[in-house]
């Protein structure tokens, strides 16, 4: 069997150090873990905490900067922890502060950092603040978005045509306040007024409190949600106006999203974020905290996330291009638009993230075909800028099958069984493949919080260790690959060949060349790279190969012809520097 170090030795190849003049987080692979998903470690069928610090030397095993947690703080997981009753405590389900405080140590031990899932845009109706406010205690009675409604014909109806991304009416009535909370998401996650400074205030005091316990950022949640129209002079809020496509007055599409998404007001909000952790870093030392955002609005507005003449803001606003308008039947220029849009509209100084897959989408094997998983795992790790790959994609994790009497996520279980699996986020969310033994390795106990994927003997990463170019081997080839100067500091030229085959080009001076070639389609593919890039030299070798090569590492190639197999993709590397 032949060693990916044996293989590494070869060609010549090192992991080199980044330039260490550059951000640690700029060309970083992020990992991102759904700790319910991730590992349990006390038999009960959930993970937890103690499950992810077992496993955080596979992060350093598989090559990664730093890993994003899903929520694990206090909540009656409505939305599985996207439903926060305390902002500064420890779930008991996924353990104890302490479990927590363990982790961070670890992590610090191995070099991997610790990313926190804030969730700003709204709490859990058993939230204490919440209590307060429907109590209508002064302090706390404008903590969230409140409104009287209106009464027509002796009845009551809610103050606007708002329909909640979980279905029906994004309002509910308050029985002890006499009045209707907005919720964008479930009923029982209101919505905070962040028009409120005091609510403002309270939010950066929990991102200061987790800065203290040692995190090294936040992904911060749907904060394009955060503000919506402010009320007018009469305290009254619009009707937003509908969409021709859905009769369905509880779908979310109903209404056109121009009031309760994408307002002006909410970059400024992660800029103050933002200072607040540049001041922590100011203070406290170390390597500059960051904020991830997550941002489904036209890419137009995603870049005002960056920052502007005057203030910075988040470091990695998520590029979801990929996900959002790509499909299994995208062709190579489709795929080239949507990375060079990005890169161009990319405010200078800045820098690129790529994203393909998380927690709310179907796996990406799933979404474009399983013959593609390679593909997207190179494209994602050669591009310019910082990856983000949740948890199993390195594995080549399919969607596993959830029925509708398993089915947990409110997305699915608020509509209807007919459609569930098209709205559910469980396929998705089942727990990570670890062994081929009972229940994936996943726990010890006796079942599982959502069915494991029944291909789990095929696709886990005791198996596919042993397997030289199963996918896990490709993804940890990727990342050796990763650290070489042309890859993480080097310019980027990304081009269609034809419709069928992407390139993607990495170039440094005084370095070698890298070029990785995707073949999207099931068709045979002969490629002439001069055609495609100017100045090359005339030979290459392949730097990583997959299944569905018919060539070796290390085997040399013209520049002028490659071949390339149905679905292959490969990355190739001049013999000589330029």
Known sequence: MTSWASIAFVLGLGLLAVDASAPWWQTASFYQIYPRSFKDSDGNGIGDLNGVTEKLEYLKEIGVTATWLSPFLRSPMADFGY?????????????????????????????????????????????????????????????????????????????????????????????????????????????????????????????????????DGFRV?????????????????????????????????????????????????????????????????????????????????????????????????????????????????????????WLSKMPSGKSANWVIGNHDKNRVGSRFGAERIDLFNILLLTLPGCSITYQGEELGMLDGYVSWEDTVDPQACNGHEADYMWNSRDPARTPMHWTNGKLAGFTAGSETWLPVAADYAERNVQTERGIP?????????????????????????????????????????????????????????????????????????????????IRQLGDKVSSSSITLMPYESVVLRSTTTI
């Open 469 to 549: 170019l199963s996918h896990l081997n490709v993804y940890k080839r990727l990342q050796q690959l990763r650290q070489e100067p042309a890859i993480q500091q080097g310019a980027a030229e990304i081009k269609a060949v034809n419709g069928y085959v992407l390139a993607v080009e990495r170039y440094l001076s005084g370095n070698y060349v890298y070029i990785s070639l995707l073949n999207i389609f099931e068709h045979i593919e002969n490629v002439n790279l001069n055609d495609v890039f100017s100045g090359l030299p005339s030979t290459f070798q392949y730097a990583l190969v997959t299944e569905k090569s």
């Open 83 to 215: 439903d926060i009753s305390d902002f500064k405590e420890v779930d008991e389900l996924f353990g104890t502060m302490e479990d927590f405080e363990n982790l961070v140590a670890r992590a610090k031990q191995l070099n991997v950092k610790i990313i926190l899932d804030f969730v700003p845009n709204h709490s859990s109706d058993e939230c204490d603040w919440f209590i307060r406010s429907a109590a209508g205690e002064e302090k706390y009675k404008d903590y969230y978005i409140w409104h009287p409604g209106f009464v027509e014909n002796g009845v009551r109806r809610p103050p606007s045509n708002w329909v909640s991304v979980f279905r029906g009416s994004a309002w509910e009535w308050n029985e002890q306040r006499q009045e209707y909370y907005l919720h964008q998401f479930h009923k029982k996650q209101p919505d905070f007024n962040f028009r409120n400074p005091v609510v403002r205030e309270e939010m950066n005091n929990v991102l200061r409190f987790w800065l203290e316990k040692g995190v």
């Open 221 to 341: 949640d749907a904060i394009y949600h955060a503000f919506e129209v402010e009320a007018d002079e009469n305290g009254n809020y619009p009707d937003e106006p509908r969409n021709e496509w859905t009769n369905d007055p509880d779908e979310y599409g109903y209404t056109h999203k121009i009031y309760t998404v994408d307002q002006p007001e909410t970059p400024h909000l992660v800029y103050e974020w933002r200072e607040i952790l540049d001041q922590f870093q100011r203070e406290h030392g170390g390597d500059e905290r960051i904020l991830m955002v997550e941002t489904w609005s036209p890419i137009d507005i995603v870049m005002h996330y960056y920052g502007n003449e005057t203030a910075e803001g988040a470091q990695i606003p998520f590029n979801f291009q990929l996900i959002t308008n790509l499909n299994a039947d995208s062709d190579a220029y489709h795929y080239e638009y949507l990375i060079n849009n």
